[in-house]
Nanobody
Framework: QLQASGGGEVQPGGSLRLSCAAS????????TGWFRQAPGKEREFVAA????????YYGESVEGRFTVSRDNAKNTVDLQMNNLQPEDTGIYYC????????????????????WGQGTLVTVSS
């Protein structure tokens, strides 16, 4: 099971850093993805990082503002979010790839598992 943390309320233009921690399993050989769900909307892809950490992928709306990184020593995957906007508001979840060492990182929700409760991000003036 993964646990996302670090959410909060910020003003437009602000920053937050989310962290995804795994309990009872290692993330070392698995891609990890971040998704978010805004009120009344479906869960959408935000970012993902390959198991090696070499490749990162981003949703169009966050490209250039968000950065995903991993620290295998800490067994965590972080999401640095800069220049946050009201449309970034939502619950952010992290998931781990269903398949280890996959060359193609999934960017759909069904490619992941281990979803926790998520962390709420609110961007408001």
């Amino acid at each position: 099971q993964l646990q996302a943390s670090g959410g909060g309320e910020v003003q437009p233009g602000g920053s937050l850093r989310l962290s995804c921690a795994a309990s009872g399993r290692s993330l070392d050989w698995y891609a990890t993805g971040w998704f978010r769900q805004a009120p009344g909307k479906e869960r959408e892809f935000v970012a993902a990082i390959s198991w090696s950490g070499i490749r990162q992928y981003y949703g169009e709306s966050v490209e250039g503002r968000f950065t995903v990184s991993r620290d295998n020593a800490k067994n965590t995957v972080d999401l640095q979010m800069n220049n946050l906007q009201p449309e970034d508001t939502g619950i952010y979840y992290c998931g781990v790839d269903r398949i280890d060492k996959r060359l193609i990182v999934p960017m759909k929700e069904d490619g992941y598992e281990g979803w926790g409760q998520g962390t709420l991000v609110t961007v408001s003036s």
